[in-house]
């Protein structure tokens, strides 16, 4: 099935210090959602973006939906040593549609 | 509080014994999903189904079955489990009416099974 392009595939980082990943398609979505899976659980929803050009917040994170629709943004300023796991995209090209992964990145924070 | 509800967590069983992974949402959700996650390749979807009595397979359905007698449940079912069924397995669910903030999709916690 199809994929996102997530990137990167991991990133090994100081506590402290701002992350950044993306998710790109050659497709239109009208839907991007934003998943964290810590070690041994389910992902959880970190944020939601519905329209182009949006830009949301969930405390130290922030996810924009891309303008042509076909990628979209994680940042996480000031990480520390909780925000280990992995973070995945994902987004419905259709209502009512398939949800859509991409690969997912791994974060590790050093103390 | 929204719960999507898997059991058990962790599962070890031999080739051949069939099983059954529980799935229950307390949400009232329309649609209803299983994924397999593996190293390397993602969540790879197993089933779906969109309402009771309506399942139809995703990208990797074969040795598995599923069904969806009730609107709560959505049991994953391994007739005869092999080795390369060892994975870690979600459950999903979420609702199909209008549109928006409704597609949020919520995983359980998951399922770490290993087939010897």
């Not at chain 1, 392009?5 to 210090?17: L, T, V």
């Not at chain 2, 719960?3 to 529980?22: A, D, E, F, S, W």
Request: hydrophobic residues 30%; aromatic residues 12%.
């Amino acid at each position: 099935g199809q994929q996102l392009n997530q990137s990167p595939q991991s990133m090994f980082i100081q506590e402290g210090e701002d992350v950044s990943m993306n998710c790109t398609s050659s497709s239109i979505f009208n839907t991007w959602l934003w998943y964290k899976q810590d070690p041994g659980e389910g992902p959880v929803l970190l944020i939601a973006l519905y329209k182009a050009g949006e830009l949301t917040s969930n405390g130290r994170l922030t996810a924009q939906f891309g303008i042509t629709r076909k990628d979209s943004f994680l940042n996480i300023s000031a990480s520390i040593p909780s925000d280990v796991g992995i973070y995945f995209c994902a987004g419905y090209r259709e209502f009512g549609g398939k949800l859509i992964f991409g690969q997912g990145t791994e974060l590790s924070v050093k103390p | 509080e929204a719960q999507v509800t898997q059991n058990p967590r962790y599962l070890i069983t031999v080739t051949g014994k069939k099983l059954t992974v529980t799935c229950s949402q307390n949400m009232n959700h329309e649609y209803m999903s299983w994924y397999r996650q593996d190293p390397g390749l993602g969540l790879r979807q197993i089933y779906y189904s969109m309402n009771v009595e309506v399942t139809d397979k995703g990208d990797v359905p074969e040795g598995y079955k599923v069904s969806r007698k009730e609107k709560r449940n959505f049991p994953l079912i391994l007739e005869s489990p092999s080795p390369n069924q060892t994975s870690l397995y979600f459950c999903a669910s979420r609702t199909l009416q209008g549109k928006l903030a409704k597609n949020i999709q919520y995983f359980g916690a998951g399922t770490r099974l290993s087939v010897l």
